[in-house]
Structures are given as C-alpha cells and as structure tokens.
C-alpha cells in the first residue's frame, strides 16, 4: 500500500490554503478540489507553489518532501510569483496574473484587492502610489477577508478602510475645486474676449442698428451706449456683460428697465432673473476661489510654523 504524503494546497490567489494528507496525485487533485470549492468536473493542474513547476508525474509526487505547498490552477489561470515591495516601487513592475477578460467567477476582482493588500502588508508607504481605482478596490473588499490578508485585526482593517475613503474624498474634493478654478478662468476670458468683441463692433458700426460710439454714456438711463446695445441683443445678454454692469442692472429694478429698453414687463422681468442668476453664479465662483486660497494659505502656515517648532525642539535638544 503506498504511503500517505502530508502536504499543502492552495489557490492561485494563495488566499486559501489547507493541509491533506494523500496516496497519490490523483487523490490530491480531487480532495484538493474539494477543499477549495472547485467543480470536479473542471480540468486543474498541479503546480509547485513555490517556483510553479508542474507536477503531471506520480513518481516524482513521491519523490517531493513532506509538507510540500502544491497550487492547483483552472485553465484560464496561470502560476504567478509571491508580490514582494522594495522601496514601495517594485511592485509596478511586477509579473501580472493572466486571467481571460470575459472570466465571470469575480476572480480576477479578488486576485486584485488581495494584491494590493499584499502590497500594503509590505510597505505601507506604497499606498502613495496606488491609484484611485486601487484605493477604491481596497475600499469594497470585505473587511474580514481585506484583515486576513493584511495580519490586521478587523477593526483596524475597517479603520484602514476608513482611511483610505478619505482619502479619496480629499482627491475628488481637489479635483472639483481645480474644475471649478478652470471654469472661472474660462469665464472670466470669456467674458473679456466679448466685450472686446462689443467694443470693436461698436466703433465699426452694428449693421441694422443705429448705435453711438462705444463709450459714450447715455444721459438718460445712465448706462454706456455698449451696455445697451449688448442688453437689447437676442442671445444671454446677461453674459457678455460685465459684473459691473450686471449689478446696475439687477439694482435698477424691472420698472426702471422698461423704460430704459422700452419692452415689457414679461420680456424685462426674465432679463432681470437671468442677469441676477449670472451675478450669483459669479459671486459663488469668486467665493469659492477665495475659499480655495484661503486654505492654500492655512496650510503653507500650519506647515511653516510646524517646520519652526520642529527647529526650536532640535536646538533645545542639542542644548
């Protein structure tokens, strides 16, 4: 009767690993399957866990020592060497695992979060090189299995979690703030590039339309000969007007600018709530430029007067 050999299976991934003991090849195959949730109507092959080699022969299953790792792999997974970090740059390099693309056991989702664990377990300074789609694979992973993988406790997975949550926060927030700067920018050009455009088109002359010259002020209504012409135009005149203007506008009130445009109420009053909506919308750009310098600000300060305090600690201490 041949011997019983003690040893070791696992998956690909190496998240699940159980201890056999077997007569034979054939006998690991199966139990292995077993124990690791495969079909066993799947085809698998044996590989040596360590360098991936691959076991096909009884003779030389015997020859292997006690306690030998073996990894058993499906047809679309391939063996792949343990992730190890030097410096928390190596990994970028590193041997991808080859999985089809329409593999649809969710495999390949948990290869990638135990991965970045591994990772993480290395060096947990890698973290400034992960992308937000890693950070955010970390995120989902279950926090029993994502404590396993890191040697954490599950609380301190789940507070990792947490971490990593807000720093992803912090960079959507950074990211919505760098848009809403480049659109005020985009504005603000915008708006200067049209009232060039109107200058110009003042001092040429207007086609159908008898309009004086482009600075002068109109004795009546109080407001430049330019504004007027860009109010009575027929597309968002309330955009092509300078903040300046937009205030006198909404200041005057719809009675006054009846008169001034000689249009109804409907058409003045829509106006009026256009123009007053631009001025908002401004302003909140404005405020939220200011509110964006304004912790740029605080930050450069908590970060000098903290290099300060680091200074007069270490000449205290040489003291």
Same mark, same amino acid.
């Given at each position: 009767?041949?011997?019983?050999?003690?040893?070791?299976?696992?998956?690909?991934t190496?998240?699940?690993?159980? *201890?056999?003991v077997?007569?034979s090849?054939?006998e690991?195959?199966?139990? @292995?399957?077993?124990?690791?949730?495969?079909?066993? !109507?799947?085809?698998?092959t044996?590989?040596?866990e360590?360098?991936?080699t691959i076991?096909?022969?009884?003779?030389y299953f015997?020859c292997l020592?006690?306690?030998?790792?073996f990894m058993?792999?499906?047809?679309?997974?391939?063996?792949?060497p343990?992730?190890r970090i030097? @410096?928390?740059? +190596?990994w970028?390099?590193?041997?991808?695992?080859?999985?089809?693309?329409?593999?649809?056991d @969710?495999?390949?989702?948990?290869?990638?979060?135990?991965?970045? +664990?591994?990772q993480?377990?290395?060096?947990?300074? !890698?973290?400034?090189?992960?992308?937000?789609a890693d950070?955010?694979t970390l995120?989902?992973a279950?926090?029993?299995?994502l404590?396993?993988?890191? *040697?954490?406790?599950e609380?301190?997975a789940?507070?990792?979690?947490e971490?990593?949550?807000?720093v992803?926060d912090?960079?959507?927030?950074?990211?919505? !703030? $760098?848009?809403l700067l480049?659109?005020y920018?985009?504005?603000?050009?915008?708006?200067?590039?049209?009232q060039?455009e109107?200058s110009q088109?003042?001092q040429?002359g207007?086609?159908?339309?008898d309009?004086?010259?482009?600075m002068?002020v109109?004795s009546?209504?109080?407001f430049?000969?330019r504004?007027?012409?860009?109010?009575?135009? $027929?597309t968002?005149p309330?955009t092509?007007?300078?903040?300046e203007?937009l205030?006198?506008?909404v200041?005057? *009130?719809?009675?006054?600018?009846?008169?001034?445009?000689?249009?109804?109420r409907?058409?003045?009053?829509?106006l009026l709530?256009?123009?007053?909506?631009?001025?908002?919308r401004?302003?909140?750009?404005?405020?939220?430029?200011?509110?964006?310098r304004?912790?740029?600000?605080?930050d450069?300060?908590s970060?000098?007067?903290s290099?300060?305090?680091? $200074?007069?600690?270490a000449?205290q @201490?040489?003291?």
């Amino acid at each position: 009767m041949t011997d019983r050999k003690p040893c070791k299976v696992c998956n690909f991934t190496r998240q699940k690993s159980y *201890g056999l003991v077997v007569p034979s090849l054939s006998e690991l195959k199966i139990k @292995g399957c077993e124990f690791l949730g495969f079909s066993p !109507s799947d085809p698998v092959t044996v590989v040596l866990e360590d360098d991936g080699t691959i076991v096909e022969d009884q003779s030389y299953f015997l020859c292997l020592p006690s306690n030998t790792k073996f990894m058993l792999l499906h047809e679309k997974e391939s063996w792949s060497p343990v992730r190890r970090i030097d @410096g928390g740059t +190596a990994w970028m390099a590193r041997e991808s695992v080859t999985l089809e693309t329409d593999s649809l056991d @969710g495999s390949s989702a948990v290869a990638r979060w135990w991965d970045l +664990a591994q990772q993480l377990r290395q060096d947990l300074a !890698s973290i400034i090189l992960m992308s937000e789609a890693d950070l955010q694979t970390l995120v989902d992973a279950p926090s029993p299995e994502l404590a396993s993988a890191l *040697g954490f406790q599950e609380k301190k997975a789940e507070d990792l979690k947490e971490t990593l949550q807000r720093v992803l926060d912090r960079r959507e927030e950074e990211r919505q !703030s $760098k848009e809403l700067l480049q659109l005020y920018l985009k504005a603000v050009e915008n708006e200067d590039r049209q009232q060039e455009e109107s200058s110009q088109s003042s001092q040429g002359g207007a086609g159908d339309m008898d309009m004086p010259d482009g600075m002068e002020v109109d004795s009546a209504s109080g407001f430049m000969s330019r504004t007027l012409m860009v109010l009575k135009g $027929k597309t968002n005149p309330e955009t092509r007007l300078s903040t300046e203007d937009l205030q006198m506008v909404v200041s005057r *009130g719809a009675e006054a600018m009846e008169q001034v445009l000689g249009w109804d109420r409907t058409r003045t009053s829509a106006l009026l709530q256009a123009s007053e909506a631009e001025l908002t919308r401004r302003l909140q750009q404005v405020q939220a430029v200011q509110s964006i310098r304004s912790s740029t600000q605080l930050d450069r300060q908590s970060s000098e007067k903290s290099t300060e305090e680091g $200074k007069e600690t270490a000449a205290q @201490g040489s003291n």
